[in-house]
């Protein structure tokens, strides 16, 4: 199978069973998700036994989209480092060529 070629699965969160059409390639981070996630929700059932499993799921939600929030920041941050840097590294490999 091609890696580009898309696969059905079935992943199972907070016992809800999920179908989802993933590209061949991305079947391992789908699981490794699935897991993330399944980890979280468990951990939590166990720590706040009086919630529901709709609010262990919005609380869910928050911490992996303040997770990407998170990163998608410090990411830009970076990116932004590196074009400084690489503009500097042009600047002084330019001043070498005209020596």
Same mark, same amino acid.
């Given at each position: $199978?091609?890696? %580009?070629? @898309?696969?059905? $699965?079935? +992943?199972?969160?907070?016992?809800?069973? +999920?179908?989802?059409?993933?590209?061949?390639?991305?079947?391992? /981070?789908?699981?490794?998700? #699935? /897991?993330?996630?399944? @980890?979280?929700?468990? %951990?939590? @059932?166990?720590?706040?036994?009086?919630?529901?499993? *709709?609010?262990?799921?919005? $609380? +869910?939600?928050?911490?992996?989209?303040?997770?990407?929030?998170?990163? #998608?920041?410090?990411?830009? #941050?970076?990116?932004?480092? $590196?074009?400084?840097? /690489?503009? *500097?590294?042009?600047?002084?490999?330019?001043? %070498? /060529?005209?020596?």
């Amino acid at each position: $199978m091609k890696e %580009t070629e @898309k696969v059905q $699965m079935h +992943i199972n969160i907070a016992g809800e069973r +999920i179908s989802l059409n993933v590209g061949f390639d991305a079947q391992d /981070d789908v699981r490794a998700a #699935e /897991d993330s996630v399944c @980890k979280l929700y468990n %951990t939590w @059932k166990k720590q706040f036994p009086l919630r529901t499993d *709709r609010e262990l799921l919005a $609380m +869910i939600s928050y911490q992996y989209a303040y997770y990407y929030l998170t990163l #998608e920041k410090r990411f830009g #941050e970076a990116s932004r480092q $590196m074009e400084v840097l /690489d503009e *500097r590294l042009d600047a002084l490999l330019g001043e %070498t /060529d005209s020596e």
